[in-house]
T-cell receptor
C-alpha cells in the first residue's frame, strides 16, 4: 500500500521569503502525486498534480513541485510567499491508472509572518 | 458549475446517538469518497463509492457506514457515537463520466461533528 510522509508539521516563514514544504511517498509501483491546500473552515483545494511527463509541475498561486523518483519525493516550493498563503498543505498519493484510494499526508501548516 | 455540497455544516450530538451526513457531488461525477479529519491525524480515508457500490474501504469500525444513490449523492452514517468521533468529515467527488481517472478529488467544505 502507498503512504505519504510530510516531514514538517509547521513551517513559519517571513513574507516575501521562499518556502519549501517537504513530502516523501512510499510505493512499489508508479503513482500520481498531488498537493492540496486547506484554508480555515474550508475544504481542500487542488494546488497541483503530477501524473506523468515533466517532473517540474506548476500549479496555482505561484506554487510548483518537483517529482523525484529516485528520492521518492514531491516537494512543494514557492519563491516568494504572501500572507494569504497561510494555510495547511497536504501531500497526497494514489496508484496510477487504477481505481485506488487517495492517501493523504498529515499536513503542514504554513504560517507566513508579516 | 456547482461544487460539492455537504450538509449539515455543523452538528452537535451526544455519546450513543447516531448521525447521518449528506454529500451531493459535482454534477457528472460518479465517485464519492469520505474522509475524517482530526488535528494531528490528517485525513483518514473512510470509504469510496462508485456507481452505488463501495469500491474501497478504510480501517474504521463497522459503526461507520455509507451508501450512494443512483444520482451519485452519498450519505454516511455513524452509529453509537463516541467522543473520539468528533471531527471534520469531508466528502470529495471525482471521475467525471468518460474521462481518465487521475485521482483528482474535489472537496466539499465538510461537516463538523462534535460529540459531547
Amino acid at each position: 500500500a502507498q503512504s505519504v510522509t510530510q516531514l514538517d508539521s509547521q513551517v513559519p516563514v517571513f513574507e516575501e521569503a521562499p518556502v519549501e514544504l517537504r513530502c516523501n511517498y512510499s510505493s512499489s509501483v508508479s503513482v500520481y502525486l498531488f498537493w492540496y491546500v486547506q484554508y480555515p473552515n474550508q475544504g481542500l483545494q487542488l494546488l497541483l498534480k503530477y501524473l506523468s511527463g515533466s517532473t517540474l509541475v506548476k500549479g496555482i498561486n505561484g506554487f510548483e513541485a518537483e517529482f523525484n523518483k529516485s528520492q521518492t519525493s514531491f516537494h512543494l516550493r514557492k519563491p516568494s510567499v504572501h500572507i494569504s498563503d497561510t494555510a495547511e498543505y497536504f501531500c497526497a498519493v494514489t496508484l496510477s491508472g487504477g481505481y485506488q484510494k487517495v492517501t493523504f499526508g498529515i499536513g503542514t501548516k504554513l504560517q507566513v509572518i508579516p | 458549475k456547482a461544487g460539492v455540497t455537504q450538509t449539515p455544516r455543523y452538528l452537535i450530538k451526544t455519546r450513543g446517538q447516531q448521525v447521518t451526513l449528506s454529500c451531493s457531488p459535482i454534477s457528472g461525477h460518479r465517485s464519492v469518497s469520505w474522509y475524517q479529519q482530526t488535528p494531528g491525524q490528517g485525513l483518514q480515508f473512510l470509504f469510496e463509492y462508485f456507481s452505488e457500490t463501495q469500491r474501497n474501504k478504510g480501517n474504521f469500525p463497522g459503526r461507520f457506514s455509507g451508501r450512494q444513490f443512483s444520482n451519485s449523492r452519498s450519505e454516511m452514517n455513524v452509529s453509537t457515537l463516541e467522543l473520539g468521533d468528533s471531527a471534520l468529515y469531508l466528502c470529495a467527488s471525482s471521475l467525471p463520466s468518460g474521462t481518465r481517472n487521475t485521482g483528482e478529488l474535489f472537496f466539499g467544505e465538510g461537516s463538523r461533528l462534535t460529540v459531547l
